[in-house]
C-alpha cells in the first residue's frame, strides 16, 4: 500500500511564526504535491516538486515555499504565518509514467490554526 | 479562477436512492477527469476515473458520465448507502507529459449524506 503521511495532524501556530509541514512518501513516487483545502474552494494547489530540488509554483503560493532535499520528502513552509493560512493542508504524491495520467495519493492532511 | 465547477454543495439522499452530483470545466486540455472520496479525519482516496475517449464508465455502484461537447461530467451513486457518506470532489488535469505532471484542478467539494 501507497503511504503517503503527514507529520502532524493537528498544529496552533502564532502570527508570524514561521511554520514548516512535513510529508514523506514510501513509494519512490516522482511527483508531490501540496494542497490546501478548505470549504466552499475544494482543494487548491500550492507547490508541487517533480524531481529532487525541482519545485513549481501552483494556483495560490503566495506566502508559502517548499523544500524537496530528498526524493521521499516534500515541505512547506510557512515563511511569516498569517491567520488566512488557517486550512487544511493536504499532500500527495504520485508516480511519473511519462504521458500517462496516474493516480494521485493523498496524505491524511494537517488542520493547521494560526491565531 | 475555478477552472472546475461542482455542484451541488451538499446532498441528501435515502439510503436505496441515486446521488448524482455534477462537474463543468472550461479547459479543452483536460484530458483525464478522476473522482475522489474523502471521509471526515481523512485525505481524498481515488474513488473512478474517465478519460475523454469514453462516454460512460461503471465500477460497481459508481458511475461516470462524461459529455465532452458540452464539458460536463458527473457521478452517479447507485442504491446510495450510509456508509457512503462523505466528500466528493471532481477533478481534472492535462496529459502529464510536459509540464502539467499531472496536476490535478479540484471542483469545489460535495457533501453527499445518506440517510438510513
Known amino acids: 500500500d501507497v503511504k503517503v503521511t503527514q507529520s502532524s495532524r493537528y498544529l496552533v501556530k502564532r502570527t508570524g511564526e514561521k511554520v514548516f509541514l512535513e510529508c514523506v512518501q514510501d513509494m519512490d513516487h516522482e511527483n508531490m504535491f501540496w494542497y490546501r483545502q478548505d470549504p466552499g474552494l475544494g482543494l487548491r494547489l500550492i507547490y508541487f516538486s517533480y524531481d529532487v530540488k525541482m519545485k513549481e509554483k501552483g494556483d495560490i503560493p503566495e506566502g508559502y515555499s517548499v523544500s524537496r532535499e530528498k526524493k521521499e520528502r516534500f515541505s512547506l513552509i510557512l515563511e511569516s504565518a498569517s491567520t488566512n493560512q488557517t486550512s487544511m493542508y493536504l499532500c500527495?504524491?504520485?508516480?511519473?509514467?511519462?504521458?500517462?495520467?496516474?493516480?494521485?495519493?493523498f496524505g491524511q492532511g494537517t488542520r493547521l490554526t494560526v491565531v | 479562477q475555478q477552472q472546475v465547477k461542482q455542484s451541488p454543495q451538499s446532498l441528501i439522499v435515502q439510503k436505496g436512492g441515486i446521488s448524482i452530483i455534477n462537474c463543468a470545466y472550461e479547459?479543452?486540455?483536460?484530458?483525464?477527469f478522476p473522482w475522489y472520496q474523502q471521509f471526515p479525519g481523512k485525505g481524498p482516496a481515488l474513488l473512478i476515473a474517465i478519460r475523454p475517449d469514453v462516454s460512460e464508465k461503471k465500477e460497481g455502484r459508481f458511475t461516470i458520465s462524461f459529455n465532452k461537447s458540452a464539458k460536463q461530467f458527473s457521478l452517479h451513486i447507485m442504491d446510495s448507502q450510509p456508509g457512503d457518506s462523505a466528500t466528493y470532489f471532481c477533478a481534472a488535469s492535462m496529459n502529464a507529459g510536459g509540464t502539467s505532471y499531472g496536476k490535478l484542478t479540484f471542483g469545489q467539494g460535495t457533501i453527499l449524506t445518506v440517510h438510513p
Open positions: 479547459n479543452s486540455a483536460f484530458d483525464y
Open positions: 500527495a504524491s504520485r508516480r511519473d509514467r511519462g504521458r500517462l495520467n496516474t493516480e494521485a495519493f
